[in-house]
C-alpha cells in the first residue's frame, strides 16, 4: 500500500485540526493509501520540533521553503495566515507538489485566479479547507436538494456569525489589516456561507452588498493605552441572485453577540425547505407537504448510518458528529483524490468562485450598487 | 362610565380577531370606558345581520356608509380588503369618528399621507393593527434594548414568512392584483416585520431590495383550466440601514413552505443580542456577557407576570398567550387612547412611515438602486 | 336563544380565568345558549360586588349559599380552594344546579364519591376543569393515539413541575395544610398529568409511588420570624401500569425551579411516539416511521385550522393558542353540554377516578408498596 | 517517552470506536506515553489480521487467550459480547495486565465483585467504558453541581431511551438472551444512566421498579418463518432515592420509537437546575435564579474552551463535539492512569456499583417491593 507523505505548514488552530484528522481518518475510513505525516514547518527550527512532537510528524523544519522543496513530500498542506497562502502554494505548485490549503484562497480573485492557473497548469491536485460542506448532515441536504425532494429552490439564507471581536476591547491583531487578512468576516466566516451556498444552489451571478466597521480601533496589545485602527468590515449582508433564478441573502458577522459557530442557512423550494445549524451540527430539518396536511412539520433528521459517510464513524445513529470529524471527511478526500485520483471538491477552482463573489461583495459596497459577477475575473 | 360605541367593517379573518377581543378585553383589562358592539357593516344586509348575532353586535347593515355616518357610532373599525382603507377611513374621519384600521396602511405612502393628514386636521384618533408589537415578549424586547441591556443595537434580522400561497395551484385572488391589493408579500406580511423593526430600532433611513414573483400565474376558482397572471411579489428581501447607524436584513415570503407564522427577528447589540419567532410567541430568547464567561449562553425567558401586560392575563408565568390576545392588548390600547386620551401607537402617522420603506422597496427594486427614504413623501 | 345563567363563587386566579373565558367564547364558537353572568359571591359583599364590576356579573353577593340557591342561576361554578369544592358541589346539587367546579374534584375519592353520587341521582351535568385536556394540540395527541397511528401505546412519561414553591422563603399558606387543601402538588399540579394520562391512554390499574416534603418549614407572612411546618408533599413520583398494559412514570413538584408550567408528557407506541410540553402549547412532536428511514425524525406540527376546535380561534395556521384558550373551550364544552345536552369531560365521575389515584399514591408511599386501584373505593 | 501497549478483543461497534480514539487521542491531547496499537484478537485468525490492518494494529490473533498472555501487552482491552466480560478480565488479570473493559462490567454484581476482587488484589488499573460521563458538557455538569451551584440536589430524572428494537420483526439475536447478555435493556443502556447518575448525585440506596418484555418473541434470522422468545426487558421504569435524599426517576427502553440516543436528564436543585440530552451532546441548559426576576430563564451554554478538557479538541467554543471524542477523553484517562499513575474512573469498583443497581432492580420487579441497595452483596 502506497503512503501520501504530508508536509504541514503552520500549527495553530487549524494546524491542530488537521493533525487530529491526519490520525483519525485511517482509523475511520478504508483508505487507498497509507498517510504519513512526513515534516511540519513552523516560524522557527524550535517551535517546528515542538509541534512536530506534540503533532506526531517525523521532522520539522523553521523554513517552510525547505518543506516545499522537500522530495519526500507529497503534499504541501497550508495552514498559516491568509496573506501567505499564495506565496506557499506557489512554491508548493512549482515544486510539483498537491496542495491541500485553508480558506479563503486568496486574498483577491486575481491571486486565486493566478493560483488556479498554476495548478492546472502543473497538474498537480488541490482541496481548500471549507470544512462545513464535509458534514455528512450538509451532504444530506445537498442530496435532498438534488433529487428535487424540496423542489425547484428559489431561496437561500445563509449567516456565519461568531462572537469573538464582539467585545471591543478584544486587541487588534493581523486579521484586523487589509494587507495580512485581506477583507474581514467577509473572507473569514463569510467565505465558508457563501461555499455553502455555491454548494448546495450553485453560482451566484449577481448581487449587492453592505458592509461595517462597527468598532474602528482596538487596544494593542503590547502597547498599553495605545490602539489602531480597524480596516476590514466587522458585519457584512448581501442579497445575491443565483444562477438557477433563487434569491438569497447572506450574512457574516464576528461581533454578533452569543453566537459561537453561527454558520446557519434555510434553503426554500417550491415543495418544501430545508435548515441548517451548524451549532447544532448532527440534525437537520425538513419540512415537505408529503402526507396529511393536518400531520405535516418540520422535522428533525438525527443524522446516521443511512446518511452519507456517518457509518464509519458510527453504525449507530444519532450518535453525534463533532467538528473534528468534519476534517475527517476532508481528509479522507484528500487522499483518496490522491491515491485514488478521485475529483476534489472544493479545488482551487471553486474556492476562486467564492474570491469573486468576496471581490464583488467589496466592489458592490465600494460602488453602492448591484454587481454582476462577470464584471469580476473570468469564471 | 362611559361607553365606546364600536362599528365594524368587514367580519373576515381580521373581523372576528377582533371582535374576540372586543369581548374579551373588558375581562382582561381594567378599561376606562365600557364596550358597546354597535354595528357590523358587510357587503349584503343578510350577511351583516348574520354577522351581528355571531359576533355579538346589536345592529347590522349592508351599506358599510350608512355605519360611517352612524351618530351613534364612535369608532369605525376597518377590517375590509386594503384597497378600501383609504375610502373608508376618509369618510369616518369626515363624519367625525375615531379609526380603527388594518393595515396596511393604504396601498401607496402618498395615499397613507392623505389619510394621515385628514385624521390629524380632524383631530380624531387612529390605530393600526399591527398587532404583533403588542405582544409582551416583544414588548419586554423593546424594554430591554431600551434600557441599554443589550448594548447599542448594531444588526437587525427579520423575516415575516408564511407560506399560504406555496402551493402553485392555490387559486388567484384579489391580493395577488396590483389594483386592489398593492404589493405582495411586501405589504401583507413584509409591513408586519417594517413595523416590527421601526418599533424596536426606529426608522430606516435608507435601502436596497430585491423581489420576485415565483409563480406567475395561478388558476381562477371560478373557471376551470384558466389562469390569471400574478402582479406582485411573491417573496422580498432588503439591505436597511437605520437612523441610528444599524445594519439590517428584512425579508418576507409568501411561499416559505412550512412556515406558517414565521416573524422572525434577531438583535444584536455591541453588548448581547435578542431572537424572536412569532410561532414561539410567548418565549425571548436572550443573550448578554455577564456572568462568568463559561456560564453565558442564551437564556429562554418565558413571559410572565414580571412582564409587560401579561399580569393581565394570567398571574401564573409561562403560561402561554395566543394570537388572539395580542388584539385585546391592541383594543385595550385603544380604548385607553380614546376614553383616557391616552397617545395611540401605532396610528396613522406610524403607519405612513411603513408605506413610505413600502414605496421604497418598489422603488429600489425598479431602478435597481439604494433609495434614501428622504426620497419618500415627507417624513 | 336561551341563556345559560352562569352564578361564579371565588374570584381569584381560577375565577378570572374562568370570566374571560365566559366573555370571549360566544364570540369564539358558535353556541347553542347565550351565556348569562348572572352573579358573584365572595367572602365579603363589597368584594363580591367589586369583582363583579370587574368580571363584567350583573349581581353579587357575600354568601355563597345566596348564590347557589338562587332561582335565576343555572351552573355553579366552583372556583374556591379546594377544601370548599366538596361542600358547595353537594348544596348546588341539593338546589338541583349544574356544576362547573375546579379541580381537584375533592380532598379524597370517598368525598369525590359522594359527590358523584349525588350528581347522578340529582341528574344535573358536571364538568372538572382540567382545561389541559382541552388544548387543541392534546386533543390532536389523543386523536393520532386513537387512530392507532403511533401503533399500541406502551410507555407514558408525564410530569407537572412549577417553581412556585422552589425558594424555601415563599411564605406559608393554605395550601401548604393537609386540612384544606388534602396532598400537596399531587392534588394541585399532579392532578391535572393523571387526568391527562388517563384521557390520552386510560385507567391506571396499579401504582408505586414516592414523594417528600423537601422545604419542612415555611415562613409566616404575618409573624415575622415565625415559622410553620409544611404538611403536604412538594414532590411526588409515581409507576404506574394501565388497563391496556402499558407502563408509565409520572412526575409532580411545585420546587423544580425554573419550570412555569411544565406539564409535558411522551407517550409510545408501537408504531411511533409523541412528546408534548405545555410551554410550548401550540406544538406536538410526532414520530413515525412513515417514508424513508433516511428521512424520519420528529416533526413539530404546529397547531392549526385542520386540528380540532382551533378554526375558530383562527382561520391560519401556526399562529398560537394561549392559556386562555383552553378555557374558552372548556365553556364551550360546558354550554353546549347544557344547552345542547351533549356528554361532558370530564365529568365529576371522570374527575373521581383521579382521585382514586390520588388516594392510591398516598397510600402507596405510608405502606412503601405497589397499590392496586381496586383497593380504592369503587370504580 | 514509554509506551503503553494495547491489546484489543473485540472489533465490532465498540472496537472500532476504541480504535479511532486510540488513533486520535495522542494528537488531541498531550499524552505521558505513546499509545501503541500492539494486537487485535477475533474469533477466526482471518478476521483478526483483516480488522488488524483495518484498525492500524501491529499483529493478530483468532485466540484471546494468546493476546492476553502475550507478554508485549500492557492494557487488556475488552469490546466482546457481556457474558465474555468476565472470563477474560479475569485471564487478563490473572497475567498481570491492565484491563480497559466495556460496559456493563458483568452479568450479575457478584461476578462483577469477584472482577473487582481480582483486579485490586492483582493491584492492576481498570477503567470501564461509560463514556458519557467523559463528555465535556456532561463533566460541566458535574462541576456546577459540585459547585453548588444549583444548591442542594433534590431531584434527578434520567433516561436512555433508544428504538434500535423498536421493530418487532427485528430479529433475534445474543442480546435478547438471558445467558449471553443478561438482563436487557436495563443492563445496555440502563447502565449508563444509573453511571450518570452516580456520577452526578452519588450512590443510590434504594429503589422500586418496574419492567417488561413488550416484544415477546422475535424471528430468527437464519430460520425464516421461527422465532424465539425475548428473554429480557424491552423497557425498565424505577423509583430510586439516593444517599444524599435526593428523589430519582430513571428509564431505559430499547423500544423508543425515534429516540436515536436518548441518554437524556435534568438535576434539580435548590437553586437551579440543568438539562442534558446527548442528541444534543454539545449543549448544556441551565437554570439558576441570579440576576432580574424578569430576566431569568434556562440559557444554553455551548461547550467551549472555557470548560473541562474542550480547549484540546478545538480553540473556538460551540464548535461541537462529537460521540467519538468522548472515547477519546476516555483514552486519554486509560493512558494517563497508567503511565502516570493517575486514578482511573470509573473503574472495576465503580462499576460494581452499576451492577449492584442492576440486580437490584431485578430483585424489586422479581419481588414487586422496594429494595435497599444494602441487599445486594457489600458496598
Known amino acids: 500500500m502506497k503512503s501520501v507523505r504530508i508536509g504541514l505548514i503552520g500549527t495553530g488552530y487549524m494546524g491542530k485540526a488537521h493533525s487530529i484528522a491526519f490520525h483519525a481518518a485511517p482509523a475511520v475510513f478504508p483508505l487507498s493509501a497509507r498517510i504519513e505525516l512526513a515534516m511540519v514547518a513552523e516560524v522557527t527550527p524550535e517551535l517546528a520540533a515542538e509541534k512536530a512532537l506534540e503533532l506526531g510528524f517525523q521532522r520539522s523544519t523553521g523554513d517552510w521553503r525547505v518543506l516545499v522543496q522537500d522530495p519526500d513530500i507529497d503534499v504541501v498542506d497550508i495552514c498559516s495566515p491568509n496573506y501567505l497562502h499564495k506565496e506557499m502554494a506557489l512554491a508548493a505548485i512549482a515544486a510539483g507538489k498537491h496542495v491541500y490549503s485553508e480558506k479563503p484562497l486568496a486574498l483577491s480573485s486575481a491571486d486565486a485566479l493566478e493560483m488556479v492557473q498554476a495548478a492546472e497548469r502543473a497538474g498537480v491536485k488541490t482541496l481548500v479547507g471549507f470544512n462545513y460542506a464535509k458534514n455528512p448532515t450538509v451532504q444530506l441536504a445537498r442530496e435532498i436538494i438534488a433529487n428535487g425532494e424540496i423542489g425547484e429552490v428559489v431561496h437561500f439564507r445563509g449567516t456565519h456569525n461568531e462572537d469573538y471581536l464582539a467585545d471591543p476591547n478584544t486587541p ?8 495580512l487578512a485581506g477583507s474581514g468576516t467577509l473572507g473569514d466566516m463569510g467565505s465558508h456561507i457563501i461555499n455553502m451556498a455555491q454548494y448546495l444552489l450553485g453560482e451566484i451571478t449577481e448581487l449587492v452588498a453592505d458592509l461595517q466597521i462597527v468598532h474602528q480601533q482596538r487596544p494593542l496589545a503590547q502597547q498599553p493605552g495605545q490602539f ?15 444562477a438557477n433564478g433563487a434569491m438569497g441573502t447572506l450574512e457574516s458577522s464576528r461581533i454578533a453577540c452569543g453566537r459561537k459557530n453561527g454558520l446557519w442557512f434555510e434553503v426554500t423550494g417550491t415543495k418544501g425547505s430545508l435548515i441548517f445549524d451548524q451549532e447544532r451540527l448532527s440534525e ?4 415537505t407537504y408529503q402526507g396529511a396536511t393536518n400531520r405535516q412539520g418540520f422535522r428533525t433528521i438525527l443524522v446516521g448510518p443511512e446518511h452519507p459517510d456517518y457509518a464509519h464513524f ?47 461583495v467589496e466592489l458592490s459596497h465600494a460602488e453602492q450598487r448591484w454587481v454582476k459577477l462577470a464584471e469580476i475575473g473570468g469564471a
Open 284 to 287: 437537520l430539518q425538513l419540512f
Open 228 to 242: 489602531a485602527a480597524v480596516e476590514n468590515d466587522d458585519q457584512v449582508h448581501l442579497l445575491a441572485r443565483f
Open 314 to 360: 458510527c453504525v449507530a445513529g444519532g450518535h453525534g458528529l463533532g467538528y473534528n470529524d468534519m476534517k475527517v471527511v476532508e481528509v479522507r478526500d484528500l487522499i483518496e483524490g490522491i491515491a485514488a485520483d478521485r475529483p476534489m471538491w472544493p479545488d482551487f477552482r471553486a474556492a476562486y468562485q467564492v474570491n469573486r463573489v468576496l471581490d464583488a
Open 172 to 179: 487588534h491583531s493581523w486579521r484586523l489589516t487589509r494587507e
